[in-house]
């Protein structure tokens, strides 16, 4: 077959395959239902994308010192309190609604055999999209992380009577690093807290929900929410404090850090 029988023989069949994921996509006709599961190549392209992704992109991070009891009862804590509700712990199953989701939430004491504690880190910490594994960067800090990772290291030693019998180490979550204000990261909190549910935020993607007003050329208005004159102080308080700022209105308080309310302040100082 000549080269250009077979480059024609190619383009047909990139048209073919275009037109079919088009009618799929369009038409509707990809099932979406977390009732039904992926299709199992669907499935295994997911799972290797995933795992060569964490791979590539915790390569080269400092892993510390996990050996240390106080460090892993620290980490017990927080496991129990963001953990278990979906991935379960031995002889404690997840919550109903995490046997809802699709994909199922790993099972941690399978993932602490296959994976190693770097891997552990990146994913607490930069979460996984299309899954309900959340990005914990911005409500954590490091140590904290590792704390947690340190624990669940030691979950394949565990049994059910074992873990039961541990007791957590309580404390004040770490203060993350504070420095200048950080517009890049305050355009990732913005989506992390949800802000992107109710406005229409530039550089940020999510739902077209228009709840509240568009943020566009926010960072170009004289006022906030017509109380607060429009200066990075100034947001960072209505950030903060909405429900003082101005009783009753539909901005919740979302119990943002000073160091998130500053970062994402600077972002929205940008949008002119």
Known sequence: MSLRHRLQGATLTLAVLAGAGTAVVFGGLY??????????????????????????????????????????????????????????????????????????????????????????????????????????????????????VAFIVQLPRLSPADYRALTPLEHAPAAQAAGAPDPERGRIALRQQMCITCHAIPGVVGPDAPVGPSLHGIGGRAM????????????????????????????????????????MAAYLQTLR
């Open 224 to 263: 906030i929410a017509g109380r607060l004159p429009n200066t990075p102080a100034g947001m960072v308080r209505w950030l903060r404090e909405p429900q003082r700022v101005k009783p009753g209105s539909a901005m919740p308080d979302l119990g943002l850090s000073e160091r998130d309310a500053r970062d």
């Open 31 to 148: 099932d979406v239902s977390a009732v039904h599961q992926h299709l199992p190549l669907t499935y295994d392209l997911l799972k290797t994308a995933m795992r060569q992704a964490v791979r590539l992109r915790a390569r080269g991070t400092e892993v510390p010192a996990l050996d240390d009891p106080v460090l892993q009862a620290r980490g017990l804590a927080h496991f129990r309190r963001h953990c278990v509700a979906c991935h379960g712990a031995p002889g404690e199953a997840p919550e109903p609604f995490a046997r809802g989701l699709t994909p199922l939430p790993s099972n941690l004491v399978d993932v602490a055999r296959r994976r190693p504690p770097a891997e552990l880190f990146w994913v607490a910490k930069h979460g996984l999209k299309m899954t309900g594994m959340p990005a914990w960067n911005a409500r954590l800090a490091d140590e904290d992380l590792w704390a947690t």
